[in-house]
């Protein structure tokens, strides 16, 4: 007698469930999806952002610019080259960096 009531009763809600998901077949996609577009306006797109500005301040090096490295060292950048830079970090000190090595552009008169 138990039995059979319990059936009874969990019956049209197993019928409503399976006609849900009948109904529907995109909606296992919708969190994959919204989750891709989240990640992708919180992480991938301000990195992104975050390049183009570096890669603009490499570009827009030149003579006579006060930076900093990677390292922790300062200079002023005496001669150019495509992949590396000389800074001069004392008078008649003269040092070869990478490019890539550059971090900050110093404001003129930073260095003394």
């Given amino acids: 007698m138990f039995i059979s009531s319990a059936f009874a009763q969990t019956a049209p809600a197993a019928e409503a469930g399976a006609n849900a998901a009948a109904a529907s077949p ?7 999806v919204v989750m891709l577009v989240v990640l992708y306006f919180i992480m991938i797109r301000p990195q992104m952002k975050k390049q ?12 006579g610019d006060e930076v900093a490295t990677a390292g922790g060292l300062l200079g002023r ?9 000389t800074l001069e970090v004392a008078d008649g000190v ?7 090595a550059v971090v900050q552009v110093l404001p003129k008169g930073s260095l003394k």
């Avoid at 183009?52 to 003579?63: G, H, N």
């Avoid at 003269?94 to 890539?100: D, G, L």
């Fill in 52 to 63: 183009k500005e570096v890669r603009a301040m490499l570009d827009a090096l030149a003579k």
């Fill in 77 to 85: 950048i005496v001669q150019l080259g495509d992949s590396h830079l």
């Fill in 26 to 32: 995109f909606s296992g996609l919708l969190l994959p």
């Fill in 94 to 100: 003269q040092v070869q960096v990478q490019r890539h």
